[in-house]
């Protein structure tokens, strides 16, 4: 990944040269030598431009294919799951984040419902309980999981990702 930063920087500043003497005015002295040389730099930036997205897709191509086939075993909330680095990169995205979120609803609901006496519509005043259709321990726990699962994602690939060669075809 830092290659291709690095790589894209290159290019970026390739293609600033292109457009900075790409092009002069007749009246001007080419800046690199005469009209022939300036010519035969610029087409060796565009070379040098197209070869470099060449290698990022290169590379990319070979991150991708990496990331499938690489298992990955991490420990979750006592168990030892194994998905490939691309899975890992999903559930870190969004996914633990949208798995968690019902649990989060269903808790935020019935910390807004109320016990106590009610007044109701007749006048008649009534007591009334909570009535919770799951677990609350066992939501907050799973709250907690999944709040923590993108950390120990991050600091699983962060490993893998320095020890792991890429694959290349």
């Known amino acids: 990944m830092k ?5 894209r920087q290159k290019a970026d500043d390739l293609r600033d040269k292109v457009a900075r003497f ?11 030598g005469t009209e022939q040389d300036q010519r035969e730099q610029v087409a060796q930036w565009m070379q040098a431009h197209r070869d470099i997205l060449k290698e990022i897709l290169r590379l990319r191509v070979a991150i991708q294919r990496t990331n499938l086939a690489t298992p990955v075993e991490i420990e979750l909330d ?31 609901r019935a910390g807004q419902i109320r016990s106590g006496h009610i007044e109701t519509t007749s006048g008649e005043r009534r007591e009334v309980q909570v009535r919770r259709y799951f677990a609350q321990a066992e939501y907050d726990a799973r709250i907690e999981a999944l709040r923590s699962e993108p950390l120990k994602i991050d ?12 694959i290349e075809s």
């Open 3 to 7: 290659q291709i930063k690095d790589l």
């Open 78 to 108: 006592g168990h030892r799951v194994t998905k490939s680095i691309a899975e890992w990169i999903h559930r870190r995205r969004d996914l633990a984040a949208l798995e968690a979120e019902p649990y989060q609803r269903a808790s935020a």
């Open 22 to 32: 790409g092009a002069d005015q007749d009246i001007e002295a080419p800046t690199y």
């Open 155 to 166: 600091g699983t690939l962060e490993v893998v990702n320095a020890v792991t060669d890429l």
